[in-house]
C-alpha cells in the first residue's frame, strides 16, 4: 500500500482542479491505497468553506470533499495564510480578527506550510491539482 | 530506480512577478521547505524569468514588489536561482539583466543566477522527491 | 521516471516546450481536464511518433475528461485511454507526478 499526498490548489467551480483531484482521492482510497494528507492551497481552501452555494445541477464539492474525510478520516488541512485573505477562516480565527462568524466545514484543519512540507517527505507520492 | 529516497524538491514558477498568487505562493512554499532544512531549488521558467529582471519598483504602481523577497532567500541558505535559458532568449534578457545586490539590499554576497537548459531540468527533477509547479 | 500531466488545451505554450524538452527516457504524459483537447492536435499527434531528435513517449487521456468533451473517438491511437484507478496506478509506476501550467 502507497501514500499520496494530494494538493488541492483551485477553488470549486471556477476550474476544474478540485472535481479531478476529488476524483483521484476516491480513485486512491479505492485502489487501496491511503491518503496521507490532503492540503488545500491558494484558492484552493474555498473547498472548505461552509458558505458556497453551488450552481443548481451541479455536485456540492466542498460537502463532498466533507463527506470524503469523515468517511475516511482523513487529515485535510486548509493553509492559514491562503485562507485568511480569502475570507475562509475558522471559529479561532473569526474571533481574533473580529470577523462576522467563522466559514470552515467541519472536518477541514486550518493550519500551516509545514503541514505540506511534513507531506511532501512523507508521502509516497505527491499529485498535485491546479487552475 | 532512482532517487525513491531523496529528500530534494524542486520548485518551479512560469508567472509574472505582478500575477496575483503564484509568485508568493511559490516563494512561501519553497521558504517553508527551506527553514524545515530540505533542500529546495527554484526554477524559473518562461514568464518567471521576468521575476528575476532588476530595476523593478511595485510602489510606481502601489503594489509590492517580489523582486525584494529575493533578497531573503540567502537567509534561508538559497544562494542560486536556476533561471531557463530559453525564456531569457525569448525576452531578449542576460544575466547583466537579473537582480543585482542593489535591487536585493543585501551587503552580502548577491543571489546567483544560473542559465538551465531542459536536459539540465531534467536530472534536477531525476534526483528529487518532489516538484512544484506554480 | 516521471509522469507529467499537462491540463491546457493546447501544446503551443511555453510549459508545454519545456515540459516536452526535459522528458527523459522512461517519463510519460497524462492529458487530463482541458488537456485532452491537445490530443486533437495535429502537431501534438505527431510529437507523439517521435523523430530523429526527439523520442516518442507513452501519453494517457483521462477517458472521463475525453467522453465530457464528445472527443473520445477522435483521438489517435498512441494516446492511450485511461480512469482514474489507472491514473493512480500510473502515479506508482513512476518516481513522482510533474504538473505543468
Redesign the interface.
Known amino acids: 500500500m502507497s501514500s499520496f499526498a494530494i494538493i488541492v490548489r483551485g477553488a470549486p467551480y471556477t476550474s476544474q482542479a478540485s472535481l479531478s483531484a476529488y476524483r483521484f482521492a476516491n480513485a486512491v482510497l479505492e485502489s487501496g491505497h491511503s491518503v496521507y494528507r490532503l492540503f488545500f492551497y491558494q484558492d484552493g481552501v474555498y473547498n472548505a468553506s461552509a458558505q458556497i452555494v453551488p450552481p443548481q445541477d451541479e455536485m456540492h464539492l466542498p460537502k463532498a470533499w466533507q463527506q470524503l474525510i469523515a468517511t475516511h478520516e482523513l487529515d485535510a488541512v486548509v493553509c492559514v495564510a491562503s485562507a485568511l485573505k480569502r475570507g475562509v477562516v475558522d471559529d479561532k480565527e473569526a474571533a481574533r480578527y473580529e470577523l462576522a462568524c467563522g466559514s470552515v466545514l467541519p472536518g477541514f484543519v486550518i493550519s500551516g506550510l509545514g503541514q505540506l512540507v511534513d507531506a511532501t517527505i512523507t508521502a509516497d507520492r505527491v499529485v498535485t491539482f491546479s487552475p | ?4 529516497k531523496s ?1 530534494k ?1 524542486v520548485f518551479m514558477s ?1 508567472t509574472s512577478p505582478w500575477s496575483p ?2 509568485p508568493s ?1 511559490c516563494m ?2 519553497l521558504l ?2 527551506a527553514v ?1 532544512d ?1 533542500p529546495a531549488t527554484l526554477v524559473l ?3 518567471g524569468v521576468l521575476q528575476v529582471v532588476k530595476n523593478q519598483n511595485g510602489s510606481i504602481l502601489g503594489l509590492k514588489t517580489l523582486a525584494k523577497t529575493f533578497g531573503a532567500l540567502g537567509l534561508y541558505g538559497i544562494d542560486e536561482v536556476m533561471v ?1 535559458a ?2 531569457l532568449q ?1 525576452y531578449g534578457l542576460s544575466m547583466h539583466d537579473l537582480l543585482d545586490a542593489a535591487d536585493m539590499e543585501t551587503a552580502d554576497q548577491p543571489l546567483r543566477f544560473t542559465s538551465i537548459t ?2 539540465q ?2 536530472s534536477l ?2 534526483d ?6 506554480f | 521516471m516521471t509522469l507529467h500531466t499537462w491540463n491546457k488545451a493546447r501544446t503551443s505554450h511555453p510549459s508545454f516546450e519545456l515540459c516536452r524538452t526535459s522528458m527523459a527516457p522512461g517519463d510519460a504524459l497524462l492529458l487530463l481536464e482541458d488537456g485532452v483537447y491537445s490530443a486533437l492536435e495535429l502537431a501534438f499527434v505527431q510529437l507523439l511518433q517521435g523523430s530523429e531528435q526527439d523520442s516518442a513517449y507513452p501519453c494517457y487521456a483521462l477517458a472521463a475528461d475525453l467522453a465530457a468533451r464528445g472527443i473520445s473517438a477522435k483521438i489517435p491511437n498512441s494516446v492511450n485511454v485511461v480512469d482514474y484507478m489507472d491514473f493512480v496506478a500510473l502515479c506508482l509506476q513512476h518516481d513522482r507526478v510533474v504538473n505543468w501550467a
Do not use: Q, W, Y
Request: hydrophobic share 50%; proline share 3%; charged share 20%.
Open positions: 530506480m532512482a532517487n525513491l529528500d524538491v512560469s498568487s503564484d505562493a512561501d512554499s517553508t521547505f524545515f530540505i521558467h518562461g514568464e531557463e530559453r525564456a525569448h531542459p536536459a531540468l531534467a527533477i531525476a528529487s522527491k518532489a516538484v512544484f509547479n
